[in-house]
């Protein structure tokens, strides 16, 4: 019992780190995509454009560095991390309370090509793991673009090369998917195991309605907020 105790306790944790993360995560692609949406009316604007033009970079490199964060497994250096992969390993040993929360989130992100979703008293962690596999087979190419991203230019600045700048990263979308799925996940690991419902972090505007906030009052009128406000 007591080992099972100390599991839990290390899955909420787990968790708790994920999410402050992801929370983070999402609020730094807002301001991003917000920033990038209207660069052209922000350049207009005497004296912010040299400002605007460091949130935009900043939030670039935050995003690759937090996204890659929370996809990386263990390593030497954090054998055991607050990621995707770490809260799935600490999952392992614990006994699953609602399978309709895994499942829910199967129906969201199994593609159309995977065996179908059982019954809710079938679904288990291995079927999660597995959809998470492929999920990361599909996007490993990507994936691996933001980590040279990460470690050319963020962790080591001194070996900058021309070849990778931020146009050799991959699109907003994939990032945005990357995000989302792992938003997802800790939100159905939290309610699986341990009957919790997570923060709606999917719905969360506080940085975007600042952000839009900010430029109507430095003049833009009609802020951006979204890829489709032109539709």
């Known amino acids: 019992m007591m080992e099972n105790n100390n599991s839990l ?5 787990k968790l ?5 993360a992801l929370c983070f995560l999402k609020r730094t692609l807002d301001v991003f995509r917000i920033v990038a949406l209207n660069h052209v009316k922000i350049k207009e604007i005497a004296g912010v ?15 690759v560095l937090g996204i890659c ?9 954090t054998p055991d991390p607050y990621s995707v992969p770490g809260v799935l390993r600490a999952a392992e040993p614990l006994p699953l ?16 090509d995977e065996p179908q979703v059982g019954d809710i008293a079938d679904t288990t962690l291995f079927e999660v793991r597995e959809v998470y596999a492929r999920f990361w ?3 490993e190419g990507e994936f691996q673009r933001m980590r040279a991203f990460r470690n050319r230019i963020i962790a080591h600045a001194e070996y900058i090369e021309e070849d990778v700048c931020p146009r050799s990263l991959p699109s907003y979308d994939f990032m945005e998917r990357l995000l989302l799925f792992a938003v997802d996940l800790d939100a159905a690991l939290l309610k699986a ?3 919790v419902h997570a923060y709606r972090i999917r719905d969360d505007g506080l940085a975007a309605s600042s952000t839009r906030r900010l430029l109507k009052k430095l003049g833009i009128e009609d802020v951006k907020v979204r890829f489709d406000d032109d539709e």
């Open 137 to 139: 087979t599909r996007h």
């Open 193 to 195: 195991y341990l009957h």
């Open 49 to 63: 454009g040299q400002f605007f033009a460091h949130v935009r970079q900043a939030t670039l490199e935050s995003l």
């Open 97 to 112: 309370q609602d399978p309709n929360a895994l499942r829910d989130f199967l129906r969201t992100w199994a593609s159309d």
């Open 16 to 20: 708790k780190q994920l999410e402050i």
């Open 69 to 77: 964060r929370v996809f990386e497994g263990p390593s030497r250096k």
């Open 9 to 13: 306790q290390v899955f909420d944790e």
